[in-house]
């Protein structure tokens, strides 16, 4: 079966968005990977990493600004007729029974007795004998990504590909499924070789994969591949897979948040991330809670975000001093203690000094002086903005500073006129 | 650094010309319109056929549309507010706007007429104001429909916040309820104008028992080009329409559309853009208007303080109760029985064969109605999914579908019956160049609102041409399909009128239906065969709604909405 070439294999693939105004967000930047076949791949990443950009150029659903895909050495133009792909949100036509659903999955040349019992094994295969003629709108979210991965199943492809499958579903179900999936995947009756789940969820990758593809954000990179060699059936508890969640949580950790000098920080025009200040004080309020001091994994659990925005969020309460980040813990430092304790008119006093040390505010903060009526509009913002920082989403940007800003009363924004100028006593 | 200033100061100088200018505009205008009104009467204005005097006409036009809209603004506000707040009213009121909507203009056109020339004898406003009220009639019913909609809709938690600070009614109904069905209201509105532009000639120019009315304005300015023959005239008044729909569009619903988008109720903003209006830009840069906005800010932060409200609104959500059902209901039966007794004695004698004759032109309209709105879907369902998949198209086209739509197409009628003189055959055509857009619209609108991972799924299951449109696209848009076949249907009974009865060339022009009946009852006063045609065409519409069309459009609502 090992042929020696890879099932796929992308060279210098890059995506780039338009934004307003001309500008670029880079998504994807110079991807190369090869997968083998016979592998459960997973795609790991914060979120903005684009992972779901990846999976959509990998099955040819999106045409990439440069660079190429090929499939089994050939190169790859419309979409691959060998991939099948489940969505995070089921994608089920709602005017059509379970069954009209999975039939849609079969391709056009096969006759109707046959297709008839493609559909019968899929739906058995799934455990959904039973609800054939019930429309998808009357049955669970987990019963409707059965019929998703059955429609998927059914047309017999070579590689299933899953789009954060589990993420809209319940815990118990989601964990259910996820066996599910394995077992129809091992038992090789499906005809699967491959299967690519894109996931932000790091149990449910080293749970399910074979090969784990670390992706790093701003902009979207491969930033490591994992082979992760745990025997199968994987135990959840084990410190054996403790392990590997730890090790990967320590690779993501150490991508998205280098351990760099902290003056050197400091000083570098670097973009703030996305984060709001009730975030920011709602951290600092579970650090209190576990004596000052959690692992990145621990408090994205118990803020229940994803990894990502948690990191987003412990990031830009580093950048106004109030938490250290060392390896991937998080702590309070003396000022975010004071903080916290402070009453409202404290807190926004102390927020506004921390503010005016973070290098991006402090030049917004001068262009604003500097300008002839006292005012900048929004899109020369923006624009600058989207100059300084071209991987970064700058409408998004340009949304959390002003955000932070008018909670520090340093600066207002008249969202009729679309204009920021400065709050009179700090002229 | 100089250049900068001196960029500002002109621009600040541009915008405020632009503001200035449009002023003294409305300066004239009103000093034309205060001449018009307090004139004494004159059934009859001659009209001018220069082109340089349709200038006043259009705006003649213009003012009585929009004070039709602002009565529309007052009826919709008090009887949705009355049908949306209180269960018995609502009960007799939401029939009665259903009937109301399917009465053609020229059913209210004698009662109206006749009244206000009765108040005012010696005036033009009397005749002004039967002019406008009948504008209102083809603007205000789907206006008060939606606001009604939007006040049943509003979240309790928004209304319960406000009762729990101890807001009034009265400030509750403008600072939550008014607010929370501002974008369906706008939009609305839009259609609504255009459908007052569709009567326009009819509202300008009539003939009641034998006599003629004549309003100076672009309807009758038209409607004698056309009588005489005169095709320079004619373009003439085409023109002046566009530019006044054009004009309206730019400075009045543009700025608003972009001025209600902050009204959506939406928890993530869309990446679609927000509608822009260079209009609502040159207000909002203007110094001028930036005074009277400061000063109006001041005084409604005055009034705040002067008056806190202590009184606090009491609840009135009790069960109705069988006493109070039964009171409701004897006093409804009474007023019902005395109606139709009263309408029966007004109807009087007809004779048997004219009440059959009723009843067949009534179904040849009906025939003719359902043509047009077939031939709508065939032709609109196909080329509105092609437009509402592509985000690019629909963007560009729906600006030019929303003007093409609010010009009044019975102005371009005269036209269409000389290329086809069998006017029996032709009126289908005619119906159809009014209200096909109301399927277009629901079409294109059905066809954006398929999920974009249906779309994906669509692509990764190989799906045909053929197919994604029999999976996919078809079925998507069937309810809006739907609405929009029930609107186009309405809209083509009411333009049955002018569809069916029109004077070309001093000739003319009568097709075998309801619609042409009820003009010829009108112009000879035989007014009791007139309100019978009209209750006739009424009963048909409504009940064809209720037996065809409000069950297919449940069940399509049912089976094929996404989650």
Same mark, same amino acid.
């Given at each position: 079966?090992?042929?020696?070439?890879?099932?796929?294999e992308?060279?210098?693939?890059?995506?780039?968005?338009?934004m307003s105004a001309?500008?670029?967000?880079v998504?994807?930047d110079?991807?190369?990977?090869k997968?083998e076949?016979d592998?459960?791949v997973?795609l790991l990443?914060?979120s903005?990493a684009?992972?779901s950009?990846?999976l959509?150029i990998?099955?040819?659903?999106?045409?990439?600004?440069s660079?190429?895909?090929y499939?089994?050495?050939?190169?790859?133009?419309s979409v691959?007729?060998?991939?099948?792909m489940v969505f995070?949100?089921?994608a089920?036509?709602?005017?059509?029974t379970?069954?009209e659903?999975?039939?849609l999955g079969?391709?056009?040349?096969v006759?109707?007795?046959e297709?008839?019992?493609?559909?019968?094994e899929a739906?058995d295969?799934?455990g959904?004998e039973?609800?054939?003629d019930?429309?998808?709108?009357?049955?669970?979210?987990?019963?409707?990504?059965?019929?998703g991965?059955?429609?998927?199943?059914?047309?017999?492809?070579?590689v299933?590909?899953?789009d954060?499958?589990f993420?809209?579903l319940?815990?118990?179900?989601?964990e259910n499924?996820?066996?599910?999936?394995?077992?129809?995947?091992s038992g090789r009756?499906s005809?699967l070789?491959n299967?690519?789940?894109?996931?932000?969820?790091?149990?449910e990758?080293?749970?399910?994969?074979?090969e784990?593809?670390?992706?790093?954000?701003?902009p979207?990179?491969?930033?490591s591949?994992?082979?992760n060699t745990?025997?199968?059936?994987?135990d959840q508890?084990s410190?054996?897979f403790l392990?590997?969640?730890?090790?990967i949580h320590g690779i993501?950790t150490?991508?998205?948040?280098?351990?760099?000098?902290?003056?050197?920080?400091?000083?570098?025009?670097?973009?703030?991330?996305r984060?709001s200040v009730?975030?920011?004080?709602?951290l600092?309020?579970?650090?209190?809670?576990?004596?000052g001091?959690?692992?990145?994994f621990d408090?994205?659990?118990?803020i229940?975000r994803?990894?990502?925005?948690t990191?987003?969020?412990a990031?830009a309460?580093?950048?106004?001093g109030f938490v250290?980040?060392?390896?991937?813990?998080?702590i309070?430092t003396q000022?975010?203690?004071?903080?916290l304790?402070a009453?409202?008119?404290?807190?926004?006093l102390?927020?506004?000094?921390?503010?005016l040390k973070?290098?991006?505010?402090?030049v917004?903060f001068?262009?604003?002086?500097?300008?002839?009526?006292?005012t900048?509009?929004?899109?020369?913002?923006e624009?600058?903005?989207a100059e300084?920082?071209p991987?970064?989403?700058s409408?998004e940007l340009?949304?959390?500073?002003?955000?932070?800003?008018?909670?520090?009363?340093?600066i207002d924004y008249?969202?009729?006129d679309?204009?920021?100028s400065?709050?009179?006593?700090?002229? | 650094?100089d250049r900068?200033?001196?960029k500002k100061?002109?621009?600040?100088?541009?915008?405020d010309?632009?503001v200035l200018a449009?002023?003294?505009?409305?300066?004239?205008?009103?000093?034309l319109?205060?001449?018009?009104?307090?004139?004494?009467?004159t059934?009859?204005a001659?009209?001018?056929m220069s082109?340089?005097?349709?200038i006043?006409?259009t705006?003649?036009?213009?003012?009585?549309g929009?004070i039709a809209?602002?009565?529309s603004?007052?009826?919709?506000?008090?009887?949705g507010?009355?049908a949306?707040?209180?269960r018995?009213a609502?009960?007799?009121?939401?029939?009665v706007?259903?009937?109301?909507?399917?009465?053609?203009v020229?059913g209210?056109?004698?009662g109206i007429v006749?009244?206000?020339?009765?108040?005012?004898?010696?005036?033009? =406003?009397?005749?002004? &104001? @039967?002019? +406008?009220? *009948? #504008?209102f009639t083809?603007?205000?019913?789907?206006?008060t429909?939606?606001?009604?909609?939007?006040?049943?809709?509003?979240p309790?938690d928004?209304?319960?916040?406000s009762?729990?600070y101890?807001?009034?009614?009265?400030?509750?109904f403008?600072?939550?309820e008014?607010p929370y069905?501002?974008?369906?209201?706008?939009?609305?509105?839009?259609?609504?104008?255009?459908?007052?532009?569709?009567?326009l000639?009819?509202?300008?120019?009539?003939?009641?028992?034998?006599?003629?009315?004549?309003?100076?304005?672009i309807?009758?300015?038209?409607?004698?080009?056309?009588n005489n023959?005169?095709?320079q005239?004619e =373009?003439?008044a085409? &023109? @002046?329409? +566009?530019? *006044? #729909?054009?004009?309206?569009d730019?400075f009045f619903?543009?700025?608003?559309?972009a001025?209600?988008?902050?009204?959506k109720?939406?928890?993530?903003?869309?990446?679609?853009g927000?509608?822009?209006s260079f209009?609502?830009?040159v207000l909002?840069?203007?110094?001028?208007l930036?005074?009277?906005r400061e000063l109006?800010n001041?005084?409604?932060f005055?009034?705040r303080?002067?008056?806190?409200?202590?009184?606090?609104?009491?609840?009135?959500?009790?069960?109705?109760?069988?006493?109070?059902?039964?009171i409701?209901?004897?006093?409804l039966?009474?007023?019902?029985a005395?109606?139709?007794w009263k309408?029966?004695?007004?109807?009087g004698?007809v004779?048997f064969?004219?009440?059959?004759?009723?009843?067949s032109y009534?179904?040849?309209?009906?025939l003719?109605?359902?043509?047009?709105?077939?031939?709508s879907?065939?032709?609109a369902l196909?080329?509105?999914?092609?437009?509402?998949?592509?985000?690019?198209?629909?963007?560009?086209?729906q600006?030019?579908?929303?003007?093409?739509?609010s010009?009044?197409?019975?102005m371009?009628?005269?036209?269409?019956?000389?290329i086809?003189?069998?006017?029996?055959w032709s009126s289908i055509?005619?119906m159809?160049?009014?209200?096909?857009?109301?399927v277009?619209?629901?079409?294109?609108?059905?066809?954006s609102?398929?999920?974009y991972?249906?779309?994906?799924a669509?692509?990764?299951?190989?799906f045909?041409?053929?197919e994604?449109w029999?999976n996919?696209?078809i079925?998507a848009?069937?309810?809006y399909?739907?609405?929009?076949?029930?609107?186009?249907?309405?809209?083509?009974?009411n333009?049955s009128?002018?569809?069916?009865?029109?004077s070309?060339n001093?000739k003319?022009?009568?097709?075998n239906g309801?619609?042409?009946?009820?003009n010829?009852?009108?112009?000879?006063g035989?007014?009791?065969l007139m309100?019978?045609?009209?209750?006739?065409?009424?009963i048909?519409?409504?009940?064809?709604?209720?037996l065809?069309?409000?069950?297919l459009?449940?069940?399509?609502?049912?089976?094929?909405?996404?989650?």
């Amino acid at each position: 079966m090992d042929t020696g070439i890879p099932i796929f294999e992308l060279r210098n693939v890059t995506m780039r968005f338009k934004m307003s105004a001309g500008n670029y967000l880079v998504g994807l930047d110079s991807i190369n990977l090869k997968i083998e076949e016979d592998k459960v791949v997973a795609l790991l990443g914060p979120s903005g990493a684009g992972k779901s950009t990846l999976l959509r150029i990998i099955t040819g659903l999106l045409k990439p600004t440069s660079g190429d895909v090929y499939y089994k050495g050939v190169l790859q133009k419309s979409v691959n007729e060998k991939m099948a792909m489940v969505f995070q949100n089921f994608a089920l036509f709602p005017w059509k029974t379970v069954s009209e659903n999975i039939m849609l999955g079969i391709k056009r040349e096969v006759d109707p007795s046959e297709a008839g019992k493609l559909v019968t094994e899929a739906i058995d295969m799934v455990g959904l004998e039973g609800f054939e003629d019930v429309y998808p709108k009357e049955i669970s979210g987990g019963m409707k990504q059965r019929v998703g991965i059955a429609r998927a199943l059914v047309s017999k492809p070579e590689v299933l590909c899953m789009d954060e499958p589990f993420s809209a579903l319940d815990a118990l179900t989601a964990e259910n499924l996820r066996e599910e999936v394995l077992d129809i995947w091992s038992g090789r009756e499906s005809g699967l070789s491959n299967i690519i789940i894109v996931t932000h969820n790091i149990s449910e990758a080293v749970y399910m994969s074979d090969e784990i593809i670390i992706l790093a954000s701003n902009p979207g990179s491969v930033k490591s591949i994992y082979q992760n060699t745990l025997p199968f059936p994987r135990d959840q508890k084990s410190s054996a897979f403790l392990k590997t969640v730890d090790t990967i949580h320590g690779i993501l950790t150490a991508n998205i948040m280098p351990d760099l000098p902290s003056k050197e920080v400091k000083e570098k025009l670097s973009p703030i991330p996305r984060a709001s200040v009730s975030e920011i004080t709602g951290l600092l309020e579970v650090l209190d809670d576990n004596k000052g001091r959690l692992d990145l994994f621990d408090l994205s659990d118990e803020i229940k975000r994803d990894f990502g925005t948690t990191i987003s969020i412990a990031l830009a309460a580093e950048m106004v001093g109030f938490v250290e980040t060392p390896s991937h813990d998080v702590i309070f430092t003396q000022l975010g203690k004071r903080f916290l304790n402070a009453d409202v008119n404290e807190r926004k006093l102390m927020f506004k000094d921390q503010l005016l040390k973070i290098p991006l505010v402090k030049v917004i903060f001068d262009m604003i002086v500097n300008s002839e009526s006292g005012t900048i509009t929004h899109e020369d913002c923006e624009n600058f903005l989207a100059e300084k920082f071209p991987n970064e989403n700058s409408e998004e940007l340009f949304e959390t500073i002003v955000n932070l800003s008018l909670y520090a009363e340093l600066i207002d924004y008249d969202s009729r006129d679309e204009e920021l100028s400065l709050i009179s006593q700090n002229i | 650094m100089d250049r900068v200033i001196e960029k500002k100061i002109l621009r600040f100088s541009l915008y405020d010309l632009v503001v200035l200018a449009i002023l003294a505009l409305l300066v004239w205008g009103i000093s034309l319109l205060a001449n018009r009104w307090t004139g004494t009467i004159t059934y009859q204005a001659s009209i001018s056929m220069s082109p340089f005097a349709l200038i006043g006409y259009t705006f003649l036009s213009m003012s009585r549309g929009f004070i039709a809209y602002g009565f529309s603004l007052i009826f919709t506000f008090t009887y949705g507010y009355l049908a949306a707040r209180n269960r018995y009213a609502e009960r007799v009121l939401i029939p009665v706007l259903d009937i109301l909507q399917s009465i053609p203009v020229l059913g209210f056109l004698p009662g109206i007429v006749l009244g206000m020339i009765a108040l005012f004898p010696h005036s033009n =406003i009397g005749l002004e &104001l @039967a002019s +406008i009220i *009948m #504008i209102f009639t083809g603007q205000v019913w789907n206006i008060t429909f939606s606001f009604y909609q939007s006040l049943k809709s509003v979240p309790h938690d928004l209304t319960d916040a406000s009762k729990i600070y101890g807001l009034s009614k009265w400030r509750i109904f403008w600072t939550v309820e008014v607010p929370y069905s501002m974008p369906g209201l706008v939009w609305n509105s839009m259609m609504g104008m255009a459908g007052g532009w569709f009567f326009l000639a009819v509202c300008e120019a009539f003939t009641l028992e034998g006599k003629n009315f004549m309003l100076p304005g672009i309807g009758s300015y038209m409607a004698v080009a056309t009588n005489n023959g005169y095709v320079q005239g004619e =373009i003439y008044a085409i &023109l @002046a329409m +566009i530019l *006044m #729909i054009l004009a309206i569009d730019m400075f009045f619903w543009r700025p608003i559309v972009a001025w209600a988008n902050k009204f959506k109720m939406e928890e993530i903003s869309s990446d679609e853009g927000e509608p822009k209006s260079f209009f609502l830009d040159v207000l909002k840069n203007s110094h001028v208007l930036k005074f009277f906005r400061e000063l109006l800010n001041l005084r409604k932060f005055q009034i705040r303080i002067i008056r806190p409200d202590i009184k606090q609104a009491l609840p009135d959500d009790k069960e109705p109760g069988k006493v109070g059902n039964a009171i409701f209901y004897s006093v409804l039966g009474f007023i019902a029985a005395i109606s139709a007794w009263k309408f029966a004695t007004f109807i009087g004698n007809v004779n048997f064969g004219e009440f059959v004759k009723i009843l067949s032109y009534d179904g040849f309209t009906a025939l003719r109605v359902y043509a047009a709105v077939a031939i709508s879907i065939a032709w609109a369902l196909p080329a509105g999914i092609i437009i509402g998949k592509s985000q690019k198209l629909s963007k560009r086209m729906q600006g030019i579908v929303q003007i093409l739509a609010s010009f009044p197409a019975p102005m371009i009628y005269p036209w269409f019956v000389l290329i086809f003189p069998q006017i029996n055959w032709s009126s289908i055509l005619l119906m159809l160049l009014g209200t096909q857009w109301y399927v277009l619209f629901n079409v294109i609108a059905g066809t954006s609102s398929v999920p974009y991972q249906l779309k994906e799924a669509s692509k990764m299951l190989k799906f045909s041409k053929k197919e994604l449109w029999q999976n996919l696209y078809i079925p998507a848009v069937m309810p809006y399909l739907i609405t929009g076949a029930i609107t186009a249907a309405g809209g083509a009974w009411n333009a049955s009128i002018v569809a069916e009865y029109m004077s070309v060339n001093g000739k003319l022009l009568e097709a075998n239906g309801i619609g042409a009946l009820i003009n010829v009852f009108t112009n000879s006063g035989e007014l009791n065969l007139m309100a019978l045609s009209v209750l006739i065409m009424s009963i048909t519409v409504v009940a064809v709604n209720r037996l065809l069309w409000h069950p297919l459009q449940k069940w399509t609502a049912e089976k094929f909405r996404f989650e």
